[in-house]
Structure formats: structure tokens, C-alpha cells
């Protein structure tokens, strides 16, 4: 298996990108089926989701619209938690069927929180679609409606996914190789 160091790291490859772009044309497939004549609006939530909505999106072959957003994320007013403020959304969301892009659902807290935000400007059906999910870590009251791929809990880069802003680059995706 080819090594890669990133920074400090090593990582390992642990799905080339032939199988990648296998789940993610499963994920095309759906969404063409599911959303046919619903004239949804994908939105792609940056950094990460990049390149799987790139790849995704040609895949795509109902009429639709893609958007860009990004979460910042700052300490609130109030001592508890952190506030994510979307950016970058200007479209209307009133009575829109949305998808969501994103690279990767750990917890679920980020998409968790967007969803919401879509909601509650008005938007008619929110659904996600994530190429990669770690159902170990999830704390949503319901599974991502499009996952390309479930994998462990470890620590991953490439493909969009950095660790510390570096490996976004990278065609597969790697995992940490722990240190001894
Ligand atoms: P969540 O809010 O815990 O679901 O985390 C989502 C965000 O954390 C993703 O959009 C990623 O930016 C980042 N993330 C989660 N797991 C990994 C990983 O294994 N490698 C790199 N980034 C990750
Ligand atoms: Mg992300």
C-alpha cells in the first residue's frame, strides 16, 4: 500500500481512487432517480466537499443548480458552544428541494446545523449527501439520505480532506498510521 506523508504524518492509502469514483457515481445514481423533476439546488459546503462535488455534479444529469457555501465558526456571546454562521448563500431557499455536499459526516454537529439553517429559511426538503460517513461517531437522529462510503473511526486525508490544510490535493483516500 503506498505511504504518504503529510506534515508530520504518515498515511496509508485506503481507497484508490477507482473505488471512490465508484461511490460516488452509487450517490449520482440516487439523487438522479430520487430528485427527478424536483429541480433541486445542491449546495457545497467548502473547504472539504470540493472535489466530490465536482466529480458529483458530473454525474448529475437531471436539470439542477449548484451554490457554494462555507461555515465560520466562532465563540458565541454566550460561554457555551460555538456559533456557525453560514457565508456565501445568496440564493432563495423558499420552497427548494436542497442537497447538501459534503465531504465527510463525523459527529454530524456541522451538517447538523446547516440543515437547520436551510430550514429555516424557508427551504421545502433538505437532504444530504455525503461521500463519506463514520456511523461510529454520529450523533444525528437520522442517517445522511446519500452515502457513498461508511468507513471507521480513524483519522483520513486526500480528496478534499486536509489535516491541517495539507492533503486536500491528494486523489485517494489515506489513512493515520498510528505511531508506536
Ligand atoms: P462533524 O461536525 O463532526 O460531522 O465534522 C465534520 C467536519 O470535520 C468535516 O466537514 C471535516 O472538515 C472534518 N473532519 C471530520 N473527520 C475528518 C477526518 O477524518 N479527516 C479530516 N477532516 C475530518
Ligand atoms: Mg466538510
New binding site residues.
Given amino acids: 500500500m503506498a505511504r504518504v506523508k503529510v506534515l508530520d504524518k504518515t498515511f496509508e492509502t485506503t481507497y484508490p481512487e477507482s473505488r471512490i469514483l465508484e461511490a460516488v457515481g452509487k450517490v449520482a445514481d440516487a439523487i438522479n432517480s430520487d430528485m427527478d423533476g424536483k429541480d433541486p439546488l445542491f449546495l457545497c ?1 467548502l473547504n ?1 466537499a470540493f472535489m466530490f462535488a465536482s466529480d458529483l455534479m458530473k454525474r448529475v444529469t437531471i436539470p439542477s443548480r449548484i451554490s457554494f457555501v462555507k461555515l465560520a465558526s466562532y465563540s458565541g456571546t454566550q460561554s457555551t458552544g460555538v456559533i456557525k454562521e453560514l457565508i456565501g448563500l445568496n440564493e432563495d431557499l423558499t420552497g427548494r428541494n436542497v442537497i447538501l455536499i ?10 447538523k446545523s446547516l440543515v437547520e439553517q436551510c430550514e429555516a429559511k424557508g427551504a421545502a426538503d433538505v437532504r444530504i449527501a455525503t461521500l463519506l460517513f ?1 456511523p461510529g461517531s454520529c450523533k444525528l437522529p437520522k442517517k445522511p439520505e446519500y452515502i457513498g462510503l461508511e468507513i471507521p473511526n ?4 486526500g480528496y478534499g ?3 491541517d490544510g495539507y492533503g486536500r490535493n491528494l486523489p485517494e483516500i489515506l489513512t493515520l498510521v498510528p505511531e508506536n
Fill in positions: 459546503v472539504g459534503e465531504d465527510i459526516v463525523d459527529t454530524g454537529v456541522t451538517i463514520k480513524d483519522f483520513i486525508v480532506l486536509d489535516y
